[in-house]
């Protein structure tokens, strides 16, 4: 089972930038694509973004294309999701999840070890 500890959520004023980080421990698994998802209370847990093991495919909601930027640091296999010009409407808690390289990266059936969650505030 693969541990992943997030970090970097907290509050932030409209139009403000934060930086989550998912970083594995324990038994971790290099080739495992990785993707955000957040939920808000009452809504499902929607995809966010995600990256393929190699680092260099992506995927995005489209609520975050062009604020929201997903990356790899694959000396470590810790995975970043920098956000930018924040809104609102993106408050949530933020989950990161690994799983084998199956499917499409939006497709949250496909992964099978997720963080524990960090909770992302935007105010107006």
């Known amino acids: 089972q693969v541990q992943l500890i997030e970090s970097g959520g907290g509050s932030v004023q409209a139009g403000g930038s934060l930086r989550l980080s998912c970083a594995p421990s324990g038994r971790t698994f290099s080739s495992y694509d990785t993707a955000w998802f957040r939920q808000a209370p009452g809504n499902e847990r929607d995809f966010v973004a995600g990256?393929?093991?190699?680092?260099?495919?992506?995927d995005y909601a489209d609520s975050v294309k062009g604020r929201f930027t997903i990356s790899k640091d694959n000396s470590n296999n810790t995975v970043y999701l920098h956000m930018n010009s924040l809104k609102p409407e993106d408050t949530a808690v933020y989950y990161c999840a690994v799983g084998r390289s199956l499917g499409f990266l939006r497709d949250r059936r496909r992964y099978s070890d997720w963080g524990q969650g960090t909770q992302v505030t935007v105010s107006s």
């Open positions: 990256i393929r093991w190699t680092g260099r495919m992506t």
